[in-house]
């Protein structure tokens, strides 16, 4: 069972990951993570599953490669918000993945535990993948990510409030 969630998902991810680059970087950056979440939500109740299972039963290397290639991944996209001045030169590009890739997996785990909304999980994911490269923008790129932070879907009370009932 496990391998056939592994290669279904699998299947769906790195053909998000692996998809030929926008123009606009950061823009591509973004669109990838709304994809990455759009493999989750057809039907959330499965994926959350799938995930946990996963997650408890996996080979701790099978998940180390994993973490690895989206890591790595993550590192390319960098380059090229590097390349575009978007991000400063001096970013650490392999610490900064690093970052993205414990944060992103974080706000993962939360939600496939019970302990946020899909909704929830959309944000922080997306929020994370923002701040952090906030944190590394040049002036004019600073600029440009605070535009798409603001325009970020953030759940309403309602959402957050039946996830809180759900996990009581």
Do not use: I, K
Not at 20 to 42: C, G, I, K
Not at 67 to 79: G, I, T
Not at 115 to 138: G, N
Request: one cysteine or more; aromatic letters at 4%; proline letters at 7%.
């Amino acid at each position: 069972m496990l391998a056939l969630v592994v290669r279904a998902f699998g299947g769906h991810v790195l053909s998000v990951v692996q998809a030929p680059p926008d123009d606009d970087p950061v823009r591509d950056v973004l669109d990838r993570q709304r994809r990455l979440l759009d493999v989750l939500a057809p039907d959330e109740a499965f994926a959350r599953a799938a995930l946990l299972a996963l997650d408890e039963c996996a080979p701790p290397n099978d998940r180390a490669r994993w973490l690895e290639l989206v890591s790595a991944h993550s590192a390319e996209d960098l380059r090229r918000l590097v390349a575009a001045g978007v991000l400063r030169p001096d970013t650490p590009v392999g610490l900064t993945s690093r970052l993205l890739l414990l944060g992103r997996d974080g706000a993962v785990r939360r939600w496939f535990r019970g302990l946020s909304s899909f909704e929830q999980l959309r944000a922080d994911y997306l929020a994370v993948t923002v701040s952090t490269l906030l944190a590394m923008a040049t002036d004019d790129g600073r600029r440009r990510l605070w535009g798409e932070l603001a325009a970020l879907p953030q759940p309403s009370p309602d959402e957050l409030q039946s996830t809180d009932e759900e996990t009581r």
